[in-house]
C-alpha cells in the first residue's frame, strides 16, 4: 500500500499549457504539502493544507493554485507553464503532533 | 527565517567505513525538530532519522546516528559500515515546533559508497 501517491510521475508538456498533478496519503494525516525541486536540487515549500484549509503559502506565483477537496487529497493546477516551473514536485504529509513528514515518490514536471 | 547550511557539496566513503556529514542551523526557537532525509536515484524522499532539541541524547537509527550539538546549532550524521545502498543524496532539515509545520531544507550532501 503506497502511504503517500502522485500522478502523474511525469509530465511534459509545452509553455503556456495549463497541467494539475494529484497527490493522495491513504495515512489518516490531517496536513498535506507541496514541495518544489529544482535542477540543483534545492527543496522548497510551496504550500500547506491543514484540513483543506491553507496555512502555508510561500512566495509562490498565483499561476500555481493548490486545492485541497478533503483532508486526503492535495492537487496543484498550474496555468500558464514557463521554462521555470520544470522541477520536481513533491507532495507530504503529516498529522500535528508526529512532525514527521511523508513524501510522495515526487513528479518530474518538463516544460518545452 | 531558519537557514541550514550543508557545507559538503559530496562525499566518497568505501563500502563498510564510516562517513559523517555536517549540517549546521540558524535559529532564534528554542525548541524544534531536525530530520535527515535520503533521497537515493530513485528520487523518493526517505526520512532517515529526527531529533528533538530538547532531548539531550542523540538519536540512533542502525547504522545511522546524529551528534546534536544545539549551543554550536550542528547536527551532523554519522552513516557507519557504509552499504551501496546508502548512496543516495542527503538533506538536513528544520522545522520549529509549534509553528506552520513546514521544513526547511539544506543544499544537500551527495555520498558515494565505492565498493
Known amino acids: 500500500d503506497t502511504a503517500v501517491s502522485q500522478t502523474p510521475k511525469y509530465l511534459v508538456t509545452q509553455m503556456g499549457n495549463d497541467k494539475s498533478i494529484k497527490c493522495e496519503q491513504n495515512?489518516?494525516?490531517?496536513?498535506m504539502y507541496w514541495y518544489k525541486q529544482d535542477s540543483k536540487k534545492f527543496l522548497k515549500i510551496m504550500f500547506s493544507?491543514?484540513?483543506?484549509?491553507?496555512?502555508i503559502n510561500e512566495t509562490v506565483p498565483n499561476r500555481f493554485s493548490p486545492k485541497s477537496p478533503d483532508k486526503a487529497h492535495l492537487n496543484l493546477h498550474i496555468n500558464s507553464l514557463e521554462l521555470g516551473d520544470s522541477a520536481v514536485y513533491f507532495c507530504?504529509?503529516?498529522?500535528?503532533?508526529?512532525?514527521?513528514?511523508?513524501f510522495g515518490p515526487g513528479t518530474r514536471l518538463l516544460v518545452l | 527565517a531558519q537557514t541550514v547550511t550543508q557545507s559538503q557539496p559530496e562525499m566518497s566513503v568505501q563500502e563498510a567505513e564510516t562517513v559523517t556529514l555536517s549540517c549546521t542551523y540558524d535559529?532564534?526557537?528554542?525548541?524544534?525538530?531536525l530530520f535527515w532525509y535520503k533521497q537515493p536515484p530513485s528520487r523518493q524522499m526517505i526520512l532517515v532519522i529526527r531529533?528533538?532539541?530538547?532531548?539531550?541524547q542523540n538519536a540512533t537509527e542502525n547504522r545511522f546516528s546524529v551528534n546534536f550539538q544545539k549551543a554550536a546549532k550542528s547536527f551532523s550524521l554519522k552513516i557507519s559500515d557504509s552499504q551501496l545502498g546508502d548512496t543516495a543524496m542527503y538533506f538536513c532539515?528544520?522545522?520549529?515546533?509549534?509553528?506552520?509545520?513546514?521544513?526547511?531544507f539544506g543544499a544537500g550532501t551527495t555520498v558515494t559508497v565505492r565498493a
Open positions: 507530504a504529509s503529516t498529522d500535528r503532533g508526529l512532525e514527521t513528514q511523508y
Open positions: 495515512l489518516g494525516h490531517d496536513t
Open positions: 493544507y491543514n484540513n483543506k484549509e491553507l496555512i
Open positions: 535559529t532564534s526557537e528554542s525548541n524544534y525538530y
Open positions: 531529533q528533538e532539541a530538547y532531548k539531550q
Open positions: 532539515a528544520f522545522m520549529k515546533h509549534g509553528g506552520d509545520y513546514k521544513l526547511s
